[in-house]
């Protein structure tokens, strides 16, 4: 029985933040190649001094593996697409 500790789970979605910078830059470039995948644009934010960028990545598998999850529930539930009904306006 080994006593190493269990290696950590990536987590599934990360907002990396910093001054706009190579190191920034660098730290993005490491996630994408962890298999990060960008999500969303960034954004941008001055602090009075520099401009502090922000970035969402997410893992594609988790993001699978949950939409997976919820195409399941739904399919328990017997309900098909078309006999779900939401209540309230800006619904197209």
Same mark, same amino acid.
């Given at each position: 029985?080994?006593?190493?500790?269990?290696?950590?789970?990536?987590?599934?979605?990360?907002?990396?933040?910093?001054?706009?910078?190579?190191?920034?830059?660098?730290? &993005?470039?490491? =996630?994408?190649?962890?298999?990060?995948?960008?999500?969303?644009?960034? @954004? !941008?934010?001055?602090? /009075? *001094?520099?401009?502090?960028?922000?970035?969402?990545? &997410?893992?594609? =598998?988790?993001?699978?593996?949950?939409?997976?999850?919820?195409?399941? @529930? !739904?399919?328990?539930? /017997? *309900?098909?697409?078309?006999?779900?009904?939401?209540?309230?306006?800006?619904?197209?």
């Amino acid at each position: 029985m080994s006593d190493a500790p269990a290696p950590e789970e990536k987590l599934a979605y990360r907002l990396i933040t910093g001054p706009d910078d190579r190191s920034f830059c660098e730290r &993005i470039s490491a =996630a994408l190649g962890e298999g990060y995948v960008l999500h969303g644009s960034p @954004a !941008v934010t001055f602090n /009075g *001094l520099t401009a502090i960028v922000a970035q969402a990545v &997410i893992l594609p =598998a988790a993001v699978a593996s949950a939409d997976a999850a919820v195409a399941t @529930a !739904v399919d328990e539930l /017997g *309900l098909a697409g078309d006999e779900l009904e939401f209540a309230g306006e800006g619904h197209a």
